[in-house]
């Protein structure tokens, strides 16, 4: 077996890896290590010199928040593929982080260092909306994304596999598990006794599974994959975009989806909503019905599912959503 070289946050073990690597040269000091912002995934660093700033990125056959949950060891390399398929459109590379070297041996990412920006996440607290250029912004990026990089104007293919089956695993099953090791009442007391008839829903589970099988299935266009709030970032240059590690070729319509779900999770006004939708409709074709079925799973399993965000929604709401998405999904 090869082996990687687990990266730490050691100074000294750090600079003599990027020496290694090229990547600092050989009088260069590293000043600084610092956690650029939450991520749960990966062991993500900003290495500062006396000159320069970058962010390493690497990828370990664990999840770094919980080393006890096994992941896909690769997927930086397929974060790096993603990077590589945008590196010469400059709609898209200009609202990302320039990616300046890949070891592939090691899973590890150097990126450009996009400053001290925030993520989207704050959306979820009470009373914060979006801005609508900001909204604008992100739909037209997705949109010029899915336009650019489709089967008819690349031959370059990205399964992405083992991350689209470990996402599979969270958007698509455990949700509907009767045990899946998280006790809903620990997120907000109530919780559990209101997810039980989702759960036991035949119809419901068999339509998941169902839309389940399109997400495995290869698509024709180039999607980000984890298109939520958590991959906006907000800088001094404007909104970049960051973190494909979920990227594939499938269907649009997922892809937004996603988008519309954690908009309402984040309880933007439905007029918002609406607009996030248009931005997107008025540049890129959508299966609107579709990509609601999609937005509805994303909801069940953010509020069901193992991979829980801050939301402020109270329990009422919180089951509102879980209606709405069931009855999208199974009209009456
Ligand atoms: N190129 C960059 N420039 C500046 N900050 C960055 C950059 N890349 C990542 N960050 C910061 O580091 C955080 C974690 O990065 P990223 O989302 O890529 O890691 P991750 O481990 O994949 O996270 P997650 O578990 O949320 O998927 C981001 O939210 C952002 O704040
Ligand atoms: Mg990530």
Same mark, same amino acid.
């Given at each position: 077996?090869?082996?990687?070289?687990?990266?730490?946050?050691?100074?000294?073990?750090?600079?003599?890896?990027?020496?290694?690597?090229?990547?600092?040269?050989?009088?260069?000091?590293?000043?600084?290590?610092?956690?650029?912002?939450?991520?749960?995934?990966?062991?993500?660093?900003?290495?500062?010199?006396?000159?320069?700033?970058?962010?390493?990125?690497?990828?370990?056959?664990?999840?770094?928040?919980?080393?006890?949950?096994? !992941?896909?060891?690769?997927? !930086?390399?397929?974060?790096?593929?993603?990077?590589?398929?945008?590196?010469?459109?400059?709609?898209?590379?200009?609202?990302?982080?320039?990616?300046?070297?890949?070891?592939?041996?090691?899973?590890?990412?150097?990126?450009?260092?996009?400053?001290?920006?925030?993520?989207?996440?704050?959306?979820?607290?009470?009373?914060?909306?979006?801005?609508?250029?900001?909204?604008?912004?992100?739909?037209?990026?997705?949109?010029?994304?899915?336009?650019?990089?489709?089967?008819?104007?690349?031959?370059?293919?990205?399964?992405?596999?083992?991350?689209?089956?470990?996402?599979?695993?969270?958007?698509?099953?455990?949700?509907?598990?009767?045990?899946?090791?998280?006790?809903?009442?620990?997120?907000?007391?109530?919780?559990? !006794?209101?997810?039980?008839?989702?759960?036991?829903?035949?119809?419901?589970?068999?339509?998941?599974?169902?839309?389940?099988?399109?997400?495995?299935?290869?698509?024709?266009?180039?999607?980000?994959?984890?298109?939520?709030?958590?991959?906006?970032?907000?800088?001094?240059?404007?909104?970049?975009?960051?973190?494909?590690?979920?990227?594939?070729?499938?269907?649009?319509?997922?892809?937004?989806?996603?988008?519309?779900?954690?908009?309402?999770?984040?309880?933007?006004?439905?007029?918002?909503?609406?607009? !996030?939708?248009?931005?997107?409709?008025?540049?890129?074709?959508?299966?609107?019905?579709?990509?609601?079925?999609?937005?509805?799973?994303?909801?069940?399993?953010?509020?069901?599912?193992?991979?829980?965000?801050?939301?402020?929604?109270?329990?009422?709401?919180?089951?509102?959503?879980?209606?709405?998405?069931?009855?999208?999904?199974?009209?009456?």
């Amino acid at each position: 077996m090869k082996h990687v070289e687990e990266l730490t946050a050691d100074k000294a073990s750090l600079e003599s890896y990027l020496k290694g690597q090229g990547w600092l040269q050989l009088n260069e000091k590293i000043t600084a290590l610092e956690i650029p912002g939450a991520g749960n995934m990966n062991f993500t660093i900003r290495v500062k010199t006396g000159e320069r700033s970058f962010i390493v990125k690497q990828s370990r056959e664990y999840v770094e928040k919980f080393p006890q949950v096994p !992941a896909p060891s690769e997927r !930086a390399l397929r974060e790096a593929e993603f990077y590589q398929l945008v590196s010469n459109k400059s709609l898209l590379n200009e609202k990302m982080p320039k990616l300046i070297g890949v070891d592939k041996k090691n899973h590890v990412l150097n990126l450009e260092d996009l400053g001290h920006g925030v993520d989207y996440t704050f959306l979820y607290q009470k009373g914060e909306h979006i801005d609508e250029a900001e909204l604008k912004q992100i739909m037209t990026f997705i949109a010029n994304l899915h336009k650019a990089i489709n089967t008819k104007t690349t031959d370059t293919r990205l399964p992405n596999r083992k991350m689209r089956k470990l996402n599979h695993e969270h958007i698509f099953i455990y949700p509907y598990l009767e045990d899946n090791g998280l006790n809903l009442d620990d997120v907000l007391p109530g919780l559990r !006794a209101a997810g039980k008839p989702f759960k036991q829903d035949e119809a419901l589970k068999k339509k998941v599974g169902k839309l389940g099988d399109r997400y495995l299935q290869d698509g024709n266009t180039l999607l980000h994959g984890d298109y939520f709030p958590g991959s906006w970032l907000k800088t001094n240059d404007g909104i970049k975009i960051i973190d494909p590690e979920f990227c594939f070729f499938g269907e649009v319509e997922f892809e937004i989806g996603v988008t519309l779900a954690h908009l309402k999770m984040a309880d933007q006004p439905d007029k918002l909503v609406e607009k !996030a939708l248009r931005f997107y409709k008025d540049r890129s074709a959508l299966n609107e019905s579709l990509c609601k079925q999609f937005m509805a799973v994303e909801i069940l399993r953010r509020i069901l599912g193992l991979a829980q965000l801050p939301l402020s929604l109270d329990l009422e709401k919180r089951k509102e959503l879980l209606n709405e998405a069931q009855s999208i999904l199974i009209p009456e």
